[in-house]
Structure formats: structure tokens, C-alpha cells
């Protein structure tokens, strides 16, 4: 069973930065790919980025490049989301999930096994 439980979300003014933190929890975990989703009002779940534990392979939306960076501590099971140049429309619920089979490039939710809470982020003009 993995468990994943996010933190750091909160309100900040466009342009700003945020950094998020999944803690993971689980006997393989270090064998999955860990990513970032999020879920506007009224919109579907879209894919942020992701990392694959084992070699530190990363992979982005294209909305985010050059803003978010996805990264990991094995020490600690904790996987970020440090995001930069926030802008309103990246204001949303966001989720860490874990995809036990499947690779970084894989961006449909329902390739991802386990799920975390989601943490609110909310980005004024």
C-alpha cells in the first residue's frame, strides 16, 4: 500500500512562488514514478510533470517549462513541485500520484495507481 500526503499549497500573487512537498510512504515506492497533477473548477485532472525515483528522469506539460521543477529526496520518500512565475490561471487543487508500472511520459490520471489528498493553490492578479 503506498500512501502519499502533499503540502505546501497556499495563496500567493501572480508571479510569485510556491513549493510543493508529497511525502511518500510504502515498501517499493522507490520503484514508481511519482507525479504532479492538478484540477481547475469545472475542469478535468491534467498532467503537471513527473519523476521516475530510480533514475531521476523528469518530464513537464509544456505550460510549466521554464516555471516548475519536479524533484526528489530518496532519503526522506518526499517528491517537490517548486513553482515559479505562478500565474492565475495556474491556480487549482494539486495532486501528487504514484504510477507503478508505466514512465515519466505517461500523462493520463488513470495510469496512476495511488493518490494523494490534494493541496489548494491560488494565485491572485
Known amino acids: 500500500q503506498v500512501q502519499l500526503v502533499e503540502s505546501g499549497g497556499g495563496l500567493v500573487q501572480a508571479g510569485g512562488s510556491l513549493r510543493l512537498a508529497c511525502a511518500a510512504s510504502?515498501?517499493?515506492?522507490?520503484?514508481?514514478?511519482m507525479g504532479w497533477f492538478r484540477q481547475a473548477p469545472g475542469k478535468e485532472r491534467e498532467f503537471v510533470a513527473a519523476?521516475?525515483?530510480?533514475?531521476?528522469?523528469?518530464y513537464y506539460a509544456d505550460f510549466v517549462k521554464g516555471r516548475f521543477t519536479i524533484s526528489e529526496d530518496n532519503v526522506k520518500n518526499t517528491v517537490f513541485l517548486q513553482m515559479s512565475v505562478l500565474k492565475p490561471e495556474d491556480t487549482a487543487v494539486y495532486y501528487c500520484?504514484?504510477?507503478?508500472?508505466?514512465?515519466?511520459?505517461?500523462?493520463?490520471?488513470?495510469?496512476?495507481?495511488?493518490w494523494g489528498q490534494g493541496t489548494q493553490v491560488t494565485v491572485s492578479s
Open positions: 510504502g515498501r517499493t515506492i522507490n520503484s514508481y514514478t
Open positions: 519523476i521516475r525515483w530510480t533514475s531521476g528522469i523528469t
Open positions: 500520484a504514484a504510477n507503478k508500472y508505466g514512465s515519466v511520459a505517461d500523462t493520463n490520471a488513470n495510469q496512476y495507481d495511488y
